[in-house]
Nanobody, 124 residues
């Protein structure tokens, strides 16, 4: 079992920045990849960014590419999401996810472990 805990959410003005953190514990050696998803009110959970545990591959949703960076610190069992130039449409609950095997990375249903989520609100 893997436990994921997110932090770093909050309220920020449009154009601002936030850095989300996700710390993993438990059987972290079984993690193949990690990702961030988000869910806005009334919408389905959507992929934001992902990375292999080695950090060698990273990929992003088109809607955030260029504004958001995912990074991983294996020594701390942590993955981060640096978000810049935030827009009101980025408002959502952001979830950290982990998986043990390769697969359909963009589909939330294929990920094995989830954090409880952290709220990001972009508003003036």
């Amino acid at each position: 079992q893997v436990l994921l805990v997110e932090s770093g959410g909050g309220v920020v003005q449009p154009g601002g920045s936030l850095r989300l953190s996700c710390t993993s514990s438990g059987r972290t050696s079984s993690i193949y990849a990690m990702a961030w998803f988000r869910q806005a009110p009334g919408k389905e959970r959507a992929f934001v960014a992902g990375t292999l545990s080695s950090g060698s591959n990273k990929w992003y949703a088109d809607s955030v590419n260029g504004r958001i960076t995912i990074s991983r610190d294996n020594a701390k069992n942590a993955v981060y999401l640096q978000m810049n130039n935030l827009k009101p449409e980025d408002t959502a609950i952001y979830y950290c996810a982990a998986r043990r095997l390769p697969g359909s990375y963009y589909s939330p249903g294929t990920w094995d472990f989830w954090g409880q989520g952290t709220q990001v609100t972009v508003s003036s």
